[in-house]
């Protein structure tokens, strides 16, 4: 029974494993892109790539690499890193690549190992970050990503202090795909929603003045309307006044006679 168990496991495991679709293909440099082989310290410093374009430099542990690359409506990019490390370190370090938008917006990954932690013994650490689609629009307050410059920053977050400065050499590369269909807030109206079902006409003179009806001017036109809000008013004032003078005569005391 444990046998068939383990067999049905196993099965399982490779089926999730050989499942297409399972995980997104990496992305592959473009045939003929140039490696870039250097980058920049800072937003303003940044060493532009291509999506497609191989990236391949050589720096020192805790240095902070920035690069960045133009994004268009609709596509979806996936940035893949690996740190190699040229030396033998004392202990385990954190890595993270973050992605920022033209505004200096911090933008999600959606999946991919963003800050993975590589062991002292590891030889190096693999980064990912896959992002949301590229929208054509979004309100002001909202942080999707838009069309634009975006910008790639690989640092270290952790680690012993004597590994600080030790070499290590990064490849990296960042993969465009355009994404089909589109979701229901984005594209052009080709018709209107609600179609006018009442058109107007199209005035050719200027329409004559509706004549204005004329006040009456009566012996009874400072009367208020019957039923207005004066009439019930004063009704019920009169009635109050009767019903004080009928309560004070029922509730006087007689006067007695001397």
């Known amino acids: 029974m444990r046998t068939l168990i ?15 679709g399972a995980a997104a293909a990496a992305p592959t440099p473009s045939p003929g892109a140039a490696t870039v082989t250097k980058a920049g310290t800072s937003f303003l410093t940044a060493t532009p790539i ?11 542990t805790g240095d902070h690499l920035y690069w960045s690359f133009r994004a268009e409506a609709g596509q979806v990019h996936e940035v893949t890193a690996t740190v190699a490390f040229a030396k033998a370190r004392t202990g385990a370090s954190t ?13 999600a990954c959606t999946a991919g190992a963003q800050t993975p932690t590589a062991a002292a013994t590891a030889t190096s650490v693999a980064l990912g970050c896959t992002l949301r689609r590229v929208r054509p629009w979004a309100e002001p307050w909202s942080g999707d990503p838009l069309p634009g410059t975006y910008y790639l920053r690989l640092s270290v977050t952790d680690l012993p202090e004597p590994d600080l400065g030790l070499p290590v050499e990064v490849d990296l590369l960042v993969g465009a795909e355009a994404e089909g269909g589109g979701s229901g807030d984005d594209g052009e109206l080709a018709a209107p929603l609600v179609p006018n ?10 329409p004559a003045p509706e004549p204005v009806a004329e006040e009456d001017g009566g012996l009874t036109g400072w009367l208020p309307e019957p039923g207005s809000r004066w009439v019930w008013t004063s009704v019920g004032g009169v009635l109050a006044a009767v019903a004080g003078v009928v309560g004070f005569a029922l509730t006087r005391r007689p006067r007695r006679r001397p």
């Open 50 to 60: 291509t999506p497609g374009q191989p990236v391949r430099v050589g720096a020192s």
């Open 95 to 107: 890595w993270t690549v973050d992605v920022f938008d033209g505004l200096r917006r911090r933008q």
């Open 197 to 206: 079902t009442r058109a107007g006409q199209v005035l050719t003179a200027e």
């Open 6 to 20: 383990r067999s049905a496991a196993a099965l399982a495991a490779a089926g999730l494993a050989l499942a297409p």
